[in-house]
């Protein structure tokens, strides 16, 4: 008797091969889930961005997620986020355009920035200049295409909004010390992605790609994101084994009670 009742748990889902199976599944489906969600929380920040002057990049409003670097791991083209006493006393998100060594200029034979001679192609800034041509005064944002040329000293950063005519960035400061950029220590962050409202990944400006020292590469995000998805459907998968291979085992026997 206790043999057959033994057969009968390992078919009907209360033992067996497939309940071990479903609680490893669990047991690793666990560890991935909560494994990402810690990994992620070590590496990652969250910031809201207040103003507009990233857009289209970044609204006003936008949750990004932005990874926990040194300044030394900066690169062209990174998203950082930054505090410098001169410019606020809360963090900034702007582009760097420009390293140590640098000369950024303003402006090419088109109208575009250029990076140690190089035009820059720049699809993700909004260069509308405003309807006035007045100089903008002390502390406040520059026109679009207002003309300037900075060599970033080495250590530092050259940052500008991506919407150049209301960004208060390096150029309201050309006439500080260090033209306006800003020492590499100041960074605490790369923005990796968009989490809210909208859900993307941030990429990396091909045009710096060609410039000494390239572009820097994405973090972790997309495998943390797959370590808790990939777990979250293992939990899943593995606590609903044992009901559905119990209700699978009802029906076989009641189709066997049926034709006896």
Known sequence: MGGTEAIRRGKDGRGGLGNVLSGIAVAVGFALFLGGFVWGALVYQ???V???SMMPTVRPGDRVLAQRIDGGEVRRGDVVVFTDSMWSDAPMVKRVVGIGGDTVKCCGAAGELTVNGTPLDEPYADDTKPDTGLTMPPGQAAPAGTPFEVTVP??????????????LDSRAHLQEAGQGTVPRSAVSARVDALAWPSVKMLERPGTY???PGGISRPGPLRLQVTAVAAGAALVLLGAAYGPLARALGRGR????????
Do not use: C
């Open 46 to 48: 969250p910031y809201t």
């Open 50 to 52: 207040p103003t507009d």
């Open 154 to 167: 080495e250590g530092n950063l050259f940052l500008l909004g991506d919407r150049r005519s209301s960004s």
């Open 209 to 211: 790609a060609a410039l």
């Open 253 to 260: 026997r009641r189709e066997r009670s049926g034709v006896s």
